[in-house]
Structure formats: structure tokens, C-alpha cells
């Protein structure tokens, strides 16, 4: 069995607790050791997971304890120095998604595990939500021909500020945060992007960054994209977090609709199948996709430090994402289309 140790222990690191618990019982990989530098929040989430060894100081228990992995779950600004100090004792590392505030630091991170020689996987999940993986494979089973337009789209007006508070204080908000999910979405299911034009809209005057987001992409392949998000979105039905997809091929389409509807057109007709999540027994609505995404994404961990698996979401592979997140900000705020690669 692993052993790896958590940094973070706020509101999102409860779920990657319970589903580490879960790998733990199947053998995979047990937490031993939590750090939080809030020393109450580290004592209440050490007694919820029965977890003795604790650590207010990252520094210290990297020191103290042997480790096979380290999964850090805290905000963005602090992961540069905790990654490279992970990766300064030689250990594999999980990161949390935004990777790093700008490219450059999320750069700097992947170069630090490059040196390093240590795997680094940034825990962007959503592409790990069984709903996105049934897209997935009905467009790898060649039904609907080869693909040539696709949309990603999420647009809610779930309050996502009393839970994690700080996404109303960060001159950035809805693309470095949930863009940045639909965006790897896109490129997990349309192929990478050679350019993009985007625009950028706050409606909440509550917040401080952008809350609606618009791309138009092309992508690699000669797909035509769309990328939206909205956290501003009053619909009859409130459908956080759910993703929306619409996929055209030349021989039929796909349509993952509210409620997690897949409907599936090719030359046979019409199929629909309802790809909901499982409930996980420690999972709540509506957040019962992203958790069983979580369960998912730490799983391939274990298996890529087994040796069975190449990491989907390595740094290398996320910073072409967050290519996609700042080409959004670059056209937004210019007007003007944007290479990813060029920047
Ligand atoms: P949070 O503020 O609730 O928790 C962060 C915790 O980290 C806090 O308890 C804080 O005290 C601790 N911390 C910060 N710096 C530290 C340091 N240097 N050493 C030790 N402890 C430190 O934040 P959150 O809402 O749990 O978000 C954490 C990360 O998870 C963010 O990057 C967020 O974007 C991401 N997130 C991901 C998903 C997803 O589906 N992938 C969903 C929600 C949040
Ligand atoms: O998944 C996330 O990263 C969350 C939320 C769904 C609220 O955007 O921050």
C-alpha cells in the first residue's frame, strides 16, 4: 500500500480524503499524514478521518515522515512552494487545480518535478466524470464519424462563493477557475487548440472577477469549438455542476444533456442512455459528479505510480490548458484571436 501524506485541509480536500479512504480499502493508498497551517481546521479533519499524524508546517513533515506521494489541496498561490518542495524530497506530487495564478509560475512547478524527476499530476477531474467518459467513448467508437464542431458548456447560478469564499476576491474568476475544467474538457474531447477568441463579462457586481466566459476555438484536428461558462445563469433548472456537451460527426451526433442524458444519433436512429454518476455512500447533490470524478482521478494515480498507467493530467499535459485559460484573458482583453502555443 502507498503512503502519502495531504497538504490543505479545507473545504475540497474532505472529498479527496474520502476517497483516498475508499483506494485505502481496496489496498491502493492510505493517507498518513495531514498538514494544515490552520491549526483547528487540521485537529476537526484529523478526527473526522482518524488520521494521527499531523503537521502545521509542510517543511516538518516532509522531514519527519516517509512517504510515497504527497497530494497538495490548497489555493493556487501557494502551490509553486509546495511543489518544489515536495519535489525537493524526491517524492511524486498531486497538485489542485488551478495549477499556479500565472504560467509562468505553473511552468516554473513543472520544471521543478522535471528536475526533480518526480511525477507531477495536477487534479483536474472533470474529464474523469463518468458522463464525460461515455462522450468520450461513443466519439472513439467512430458512430458518429469523424467530429467537426463541438460545445462545452456550463452555465448555473449555484452559490459557489459561501463554500469557497475566496472566488469573489480574485480579479480572475470563472475561466481560472471552472474554465479552466471546461476547457481541458474540450481538449480531451476535440483535440488541442491552435487558436481561440474569447470574451469575458462580470454580471455579479458582488464579485471581483469576470463570472460569464465565451470561447471560439480551432482546434488541431480542424474542429470548430465553443467553450462557454456562466456563473450569472438564472435557468427554469438549476443544473450545477453539470456539463453540457454537443458533438457533431459526419455520420451523427452526441448530445449530453440536463440530467445527464446522452443521446446518441448515427445511422441506426436515435439511442438515449442516462449516464448519471454513481452516488458515492459519502457523496451529496449536486456534487455527486465532481466527487465521483475524484474517486476516479486518484485511482489513476495509484495505478500510474504502479506502473500501469501514463498520467493523463501531467503538468506538462495541464499547461496546455492553462494555455487555453490565459489565451482566454489575452483575447478577451485585446479583442484579438490568440495562438496558445505562442504564448
Ligand atoms: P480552502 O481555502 O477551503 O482550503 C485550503 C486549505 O489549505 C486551508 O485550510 C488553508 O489553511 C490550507 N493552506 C493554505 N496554504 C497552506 C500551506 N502553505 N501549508 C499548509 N496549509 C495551507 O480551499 P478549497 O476550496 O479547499 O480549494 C483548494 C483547491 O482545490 C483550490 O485550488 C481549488 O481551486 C481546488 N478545487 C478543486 C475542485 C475540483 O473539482 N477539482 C473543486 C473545488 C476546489
Ligand atoms: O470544480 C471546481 O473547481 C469548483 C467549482 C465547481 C465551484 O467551480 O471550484
Known sequence: MLKGALIGCGFFAINQLHAWRDIAGEGGAAIVAL???DAARLAQVAAQFGIARTYTDAAAMLDAEELDFVDICTTAPSHRALVELVASHKL??????????TLEEAEAIVTACEKAGVPLMVHENFRWQSAIRAVRGVIDSGRIGSVF????????????????PYLAEGERFILEDLGVHALDVARFLLGDVSKLTAT??????????EDVATALME????VTGIMDCSYASKLEEELFPQ????????????RLGAGYRLTVTDADGTEYRDVSPPLLPWAE????NIQESVLAIQKHWVQSLNGG??????GTDNLKTLRLVEACYHSAATGLPVEPAAL
Open 35 to 37: 498538514c494544515d497551517r
Open 92 to 101: 511524486p506530487v498531486i497538485c489542485q487545480k488551478p495549477l499556479a495564478p
Open 149 to 164: 464542431w463541438g460545445r462545452v458548456s456550463f452555465r448555473s447560478a449555484f452559490d459557489v462563493f459561501s463554500g469557497q
Open 200 to 209: 469575458t463579462k462580470r454580471v455579479n457586481p458582488r464579485i471581483k472577477g
Open 219 to 222: 482546434h488541431e484536428g480542424g
Open 243 to 254: 456539463t453540457l456537451v454537443e458533438i457533431d460527426g459526419t455520420e451523427g451526433s452526441i
Open 285 to 288: 447533490r449536486p456534487w455527486h
Open 309 to 314: 498507467a501514463q498520467l493523463e493530467t501531467s
